[in-house]
């Protein structure tokens, strides 16, 4: 039967690791790239090989989604996938799914361990005592049935610090983890638990070892990352002025930050900053009033005009993503034309769009009206049709100009890119790329859109 304990650390049997092979899964956010990213940095410390494509691996490693239905769903198929494509491998499954439900996990066929969110960060700790029985309710293979471990929300206190890039060019230093907010559509807080972080010391050090590996470019990952200083009672402004002094990274870009959280003093230090991009993602949800007391958001849509205008009028030619929610409960006709018409004003460069899902245990659910299926993709399908028009004149706008470029390393049959300093995305012909640009700023001249408009051309110089 799955048991729920409390982790107790034991000392790590290496031997138990060795030429042993794993394979990862990442379901998502960036900050559970991060973590996964980590993990396979750990293992692979302690000689674990990743597995080759069409290789069965020794470990399985699925760190899951629960931000929707949908991800529910996906969370399940690439279980199922990995345990068939993998049938004697140790199956270890953690993340937002693998912590609101636990037990549904650890009946899944296949499975060996579940890991909730605060025992995650000793995962190392959990596969050796699978494997040398040091821990009571442990298990050794998948026939014995699996074992999860999981605290509830509450006394969920650890961070597990991440800092790694796994196979991509850039850099995902996760700065805090979970949140205090309680949305009523959200169900992360109880995934994650409370806002938390690491002090600015540690993370400055973090990125320091990046510079070490080769590292030009960092995103700053988290939950709530405005939130930062929670735990250590420092400030986040403070972290990014300490993370700015940090020679050899070049760039910085924010993940997402919270438009109450997104200080004006911020803005003006990121506008003549060394090292972070005139680049912002944040989230809006709705640009009706109305919905967005319905949601418990902490901002009014005044508010939010009032931050994308003062980052325009010091930067420009800044970036700028949205997250958008739509046809979530109380959203009416009336509150969808709101949000379509302010987004449709507002001089943003790209939207994230996703529909509402109903999620078990949130206040939401108590909100009298519901959307349609139907309206909900009309709705989304608006305003993807807006996102592609604001993205495309965005791009169109800074063709012919001189860029500077962090090129990445393409994988077979696609085309070399890179990002601007203000992310727009660059292709560059296979004639001219060279693997030896891998991580390197090269200056181009920004040419015409690509046949299917995601990215600008680059003419080297």
């Not at 989230?283 to 508010?303: A, E, F, I, N």
């Not at 005009?305 to 003062?310: E, F, G, L, T, V």
């Amino acid at each position: 039967m799955p048991v729920n304990k409390t982790p107790i650390l034991y000392m790590i049997d290496t031997s138990a690791f060795q030429g042993k092979t794993a394979a990862y899964y990442t379901l998502g956010c960036k900050l559970n790239f991060s973590e996964t990213s980590t993990f396979g940095k750990m293992l692979q410390e302690l000689g674990v090989r990743t597995a080759q494509k069409g290789e069965r691996a020794d470990i399985c490693l699925i760190n899951t989604c629960s931000v929707t239905e949908v991800a529910d769903k996906k969370c399940r198929q690439q279980i199922h996938r990995m345990v068939r494509e993998n049938p004697s491998a140790f199956v270890v499954v953690t993340g937002c799914y693998a912590q609101l439900e636990a037990d549904e996990v650890a009946k899944i066929d296949g499975v060996s361990l579940v890991l909730g969110s605060d025992e995650k960060a000793n995962l190392i700790q959990f596969l050796s005592d699978a494997w040398t029985g040091a821990r009571d309710g442990s298990v050794s293979s998948r026939e014995s049935g699996s074992a999860f471990f999981r605290k509830k929300t509450k006394d969920i206190k650890s961070f597990a610090p991440s800092c790694s890039r796994g196979n991509r060019t850039r850099y995902f230093l996760k700065v805090q983890d979970g949140c205090d907010y309680f949305c009523t559509y959200c169900t992360i807080p109880y995934a994650r638990g409370f806002s938390r972080n690491p002090t600015i010391a540690s993370l400055v050090a973090q990125a320091e070892e990046a510079v070490s590996e080769g590292g030009k470019e960092i995103v700053l990952t988290g939950v709530n990352i405005g939130d930062f200083g929670k735990t250590t009672g420092e400030h986040f402004i403070n972290l990014v002025k300490a993370l700015d002094g940090v020679e050899g990274i070049r760039r910085y870009r924010i993940s997402s930050l919270e438009p109450d959280l997104l200080s004006d003093e911020l803005i003006s230090y990121c506008a003549q900053s060394r090292a972070f991009m005139p680049h912002f993602h944040i989230p809006l949800q709705s640009g009706s009033d109305t919905v967005l007391k319905l949601m418990h958001r902490h901002y009014d849509r005044q508010l939010f005009a009032d931050k994308i205008h003062r980052i325009k009028e010091l930067m420009p030619d800044a970036f700028i993503g949205v997250d958008v929610m739509v046809g979530c409960r109380g959203e009416t006709p009336e509150c969808f034309e709101e949000t379509y018409e302010f987004l449709k004003a507002l001089d943003v460069t790209q939207l994230h769009v996703f529909p509402y899902s109903e999620r078990p245990g949130t206040s939401a659910l108590n909100i009298p009206y519901v959307v349609s299926e139907k309206d909900k993709k009309l709705r989304s399908k608006r305003l993807l049709d807006l996102s592609d028009e604001k993205t495309i004149a965005f791009y169109q706008h800074h063709i012919g100009l001189e860029a500077e470029v962090l090129f990445e390393k393409s994988t077979r049959g696609r085309a070399m890119h890179g990002f601007t300093r203000n992310y727009i995305r660059v292709e560059l012909s296979p004639k001219e790329a060279d693997p030896a640009m891998d991580n390197q700023l090269v200056n181009v001249r920004l040419g015409e859109l690509t046949a299917d408009k995601q990215s600008l051309k680059a003419i080297l110089l």
